[in-house]
């Protein structure tokens, strides 16, 4: 273990989070300080003696800031390999002595540009001398311990409190790889704000990054290693959910989480109460309803089977009567904009159940981008925000919807487009009556959604299949008329798909022939 004494060290922060206690550890060791700015400032209100970056270089701060670190003075101090004979004399030679220590965690960029800042704050707001400090200490990690995240400050402190003032080589590797992480997370940061700035949709160099907010057990299997990181983007769900209860999460919930958050997010909770059920990344219920409790009650018929170990979401603060309902089935994860407590003390007997509290909804109109793992690569796209209203449907069959049946098609091809490609979803009375998911065959997914819709009538009682006066809903259009004559064998009395085929009058004729309605979309939602 190569210890190495911190007898001098630079502070430069935005995050002032803890900063203070960190010096005063540091001055306990007789560690020298210098700084910057508004950080020696804070250091001097604290009663600490701080030597400004100006004294050291010999310079005074320039154009407004942006020069004050860039010195042979700063860096020589921080890049110096100090067993090495020749570095050692450049260091006499120009009077640099070592710096030992960079705390430096950047100018708020990330932050800036979530608060809508213009475009001149935004490149005032570009670390120049952070990030290069940050890299030169890092890279000589041998010599110089190097912290960006002020969580790291215990760690410094208690090694320095071990041994004599001095840190690990295996700490200062540690830090080092949090440093070059940082900034390159920082750098993707404005790489990527630049490219929306300028409008290219797909820049020659895209970078991606990410901040440890989990380390999971395991990934979806147990040989699999996993862990959450978020990336920063200001999206309410499970990157921002407080755990209230329960079990650590795992690879899957998270997951299916999501699927489920940003499923009933489509449906606005001033119009409607939501829940939807999520079992493996697909829905096996979604309705809607005056309340909450009306809402789940619905989506747990359409397959009450399936809903047994599931995760459920909703679209508005959860309330104790809901919870008294959810407390009957065995539940993996909820999640919800808020609970209240009556639902919380309810809820809180089931010690296993995990209940995040997103404190939002994501808003299903925004943009963003989203990433898939490609060997060699990945694959980016725009999210799917796009949205079918009455007013976009081309009706294109004799017979025309009614508005009942037309509040189920837009309700049908709104849960569709959260439903794994090919998909079938059947909907009566705002409430999902029969989902096929996932296969190779959209006729395929018609049966299976069919086939779930008359399990769900044997488990629940009913006279009758929901899917008899149904609509249904295509993610895709049917390529030939065996898909649409499943769907009215089922019993659908309408049906909405984007349309598109070389076969549509095909379709359209075989749908005037079985008296249905059917609505053309315009817009397709596959989703793999």
């Given at each position: 273990m190569t210890l190495r004494p911190?007898?001098?060290?630079?502070?430069?922060?935005s995050d002032k989070q803890g900063l203070v206690e960190f010096a005063q550890g540091l001055a306990r060791h007789g560690t020298a300080l210098i700084s910057t700015g508004g950080t020696a400032k804070a250091l001097r209100d604290a009663g600490l003696a701080v030597s400004d970056v100006s004294e050291v270089t010999g310079s005074p701060e320039m154009m407004d800031g942006r020069v004050k670190t860039l010195h042979p003075k700063i860096h020589g101090g921080l890049l110096a390999l100090r067993d090495k004979a020749d570095h050692a004399d450049a260091m006499r030679a120009?009077?640099?002595?070592?710096?030992?220590?960079?705390?430096?965690?950047?100018?708020?960029?990330?932050?800036?540009?979530?608060?809508?800042?213009?475009?001149?704050?935004?490149?005032?707001?570009i670390d120049i001398g952070g990030p290069a400090m940050t890299r030169s200490a890092a890279k000589n990690h041998d010599w110089v311990s190097v912290v960006v995240d002020p969580q790291d400050y215990a760690a410094v402190l208690a090694e320095m409190d071990a041994n004599k003032g001095a840190t690990s080589l295996a700490l200062r590797r540690k830090l080092a790889q949090t440093a070059f992480a940082r900034t390159a997370a920082y750098d993707a940061a404005v790489s990527n704000w630049l490219a929306d700035a300028i409008e290219e949709k797909a820049p020659r160099r895209r970078a991606l990054a990410?901040?440890?907010?989990?380390?999971?057990?395991?990934?979806?299997?147990?040989?699999?290693?996993?862990?959450?990181?978020?990336?920063?983007?200001?999206?309410?769900?499970?990157?921002?959910?407080?755990?209230?209860?329960?079990?650590?999460?795992?690879?899957?919930?998270i997951n299916d989480t999501d699927?489920?958050?940003?499923?009933?997010?489509?449906?606005?909770?001033?119009?409607?109460?939501?829940?939807?059920?999520?079992?493996?990344?697909?829905?096996?219920?979604?309705?809607?309803?005056?309340?909450?409790?009306?809402?789940?009650?619905?989506?747990?018929?359409?397959?009450?089977?399936?809903?047994?170990?599931?995760?459920?979401?909703?679209?508005?603060?959860?309330?104790?009567?809901?919870?008294?309902?959810?407390?009957?089935l065995f539940t993996e994860v909820i999640i919800a904009p808020d609970a209240d407590e009556d639902a919380r003390r309810i809820l809180s007997a089931r010690r296993n159940l995990r209940l995040l509290i997103a404190g939002g909804l994501p808003d299903p109109n925004a943009g963003g981008l989203a990433y898939k793992s490609v060997a060699g690569g990945f694959l980016v796209q725009t999210r799917d925000n796009g949205h079918v209203a009455a007013s976009d449907l081309k009706i294109v069959t004799k017979r025309k919807p009614s508005d009942g049946e037309l509040a189920d098609m837009l309700f049908a091809f709104t849960v569709g487009k959260h439903v794994k490609s090919n998909t079938i979803v059947y909907a009566k009375d705002l409430q999902t009556a029969g989902i096929?998911?996932?296969?190779?065959?959209?006729?395929?997914?018609?049966?299976?959604?069919?086939?779930?819709?008359?399990?769900?009538?044997?488990?629940?009682?009913?006279?009758?299949?929901?899917?008899?006066?149904?609509?249904?809903?295509?993610?895709?259009?049917?390529?030939?008329?065996?898909?649409?004559?499943?769907?009215?064998?089922?019993?659908?009395?309408?049906?909405?798909?984007?349309?598109?085929?070389?076969?549509?009058?095909?379709?359209?004729?075989?749908?005037?022939?079985?008296?249905?309605?059917?609505?053309?979309?315009?817009?397709?939602?596959?989703?793999?």
């Amino acid at each position: 273990m190569t210890l190495r004494p911190i007898r001098r060290a630079l502070l430069s922060v935005s995050d002032k989070q803890g900063l203070v206690e960190f010096a005063q550890g540091l001055a306990r060791h007789g560690t020298a300080l210098i700084s910057t700015g508004g950080t020696a400032k804070a250091l001097r209100d604290a009663g600490l003696a701080v030597s400004d970056v100006s004294e050291v270089t010999g310079s005074p701060e320039m154009m407004d800031g942006r020069v004050k670190t860039l010195h042979p003075k700063i860096h020589g101090g921080l890049l110096a390999l100090r067993d090495k004979a020749d570095h050692a004399d450049a260091m006499r030679a120009h009077g640099i002595e070592g710096i030992d220590l960079l705390v430096c965690n950047l100018y708020p960029f990330e932050s800036t540009v979530a608060k809508g800042a213009s475009y001149e704050e935004t490149i005032e707001n570009i670390d120049i001398g952070g990030p290069a400090m940050t890299r030169s200490a890092a890279k000589n990690h041998d010599w110089v311990s190097v912290v960006v995240d002020p969580q790291d400050y215990a760690a410094v402190l208690a090694e320095m409190d071990a041994n004599k003032g001095a840190t690990s080589l295996a700490l200062r590797r540690k830090l080092a790889q949090t440093a070059f992480a940082r900034t390159a997370a920082y750098d993707a940061a404005v790489s990527n704000w630049l490219a929306d700035a300028i409008e290219e949709k797909a820049p020659r160099r895209r970078a991606l990054a990410g901040h440890l907010r989990q380390a999971l057990r395991y990934g979806e299997n147990p040989h699999q290693s996993a862990a959450f990181y978020t990336t920063g983007e200001k999206r309410f769900g499970v990157a921002t959910a407080e755990q209230v209860q329960g079990r650590e999460l795992s690879y899957n919930n998270i997951n299916d989480t999501d699927a489920a958050y940003e499923l009933v997010a489509e449906f606005a909770p001033a119009q409607h109460a939501a829940c939807a059920i999520i079992k493996h990344a697909n829905p096996c219920g979604v309705a809607l309803g005056r309340d909450l409790v009306e809402a789940y009650k619905k989506a747990l018929a359409c397959d009450p089977v399936s809903a047994y170990g599931g995760i459920l979401a909703f679209n508005r603060k959860l309330d104790g009567a809901t919870a008294e309902e959810i407390a009957k089935l065995f539940t993996e994860v909820i999640i919800a904009p808020d609970a209240d407590e009556d639902a919380r003390r309810i809820l809180s007997a089931r010690r296993n159940l995990r209940l995040l509290i997103a404190g939002g909804l994501p808003d299903p109109n925004a943009g963003g981008l989203a990433y898939k793992s490609v060997a060699g690569g990945f694959l980016v796209q725009t999210r799917d925000n796009g949205h079918v209203a009455a007013s976009d449907l081309k009706i294109v069959t004799k017979r025309k919807p009614s508005d009942g049946e037309l509040a189920d098609m837009l309700f049908a091809f709104t849960v569709g487009k959260h439903v794994k490609s090919n998909t079938i979803v059947y909907a009566k009375d705002l409430q999902t009556a029969g989902i096929g998911a996932g296969q190779m065959s959209r006729v395929d997914s018609a049966r299976i959604a069919a086939l779930k819709a008359l399990d769900a009538q044997k488990e629940v009682g009913w006279a009758e299949p929901m899917t008899k006066g149904s609509a249904a809903a295509s993610d895709a259009f049917f390529p030939f008329a065996d898909g649409l004559l499943t769907v009215a064998e089922a019993g659908a009395t309408s049906v909405i798909q984007p349309g598109g085929s070389i076969r549509d009058q095909e379709i359209i004729d075989a749908a005037d022939n079985a008296g249905l309605a059917m609505a053309f979309t315009g817009m397709r939602h596959f989703r793999h």
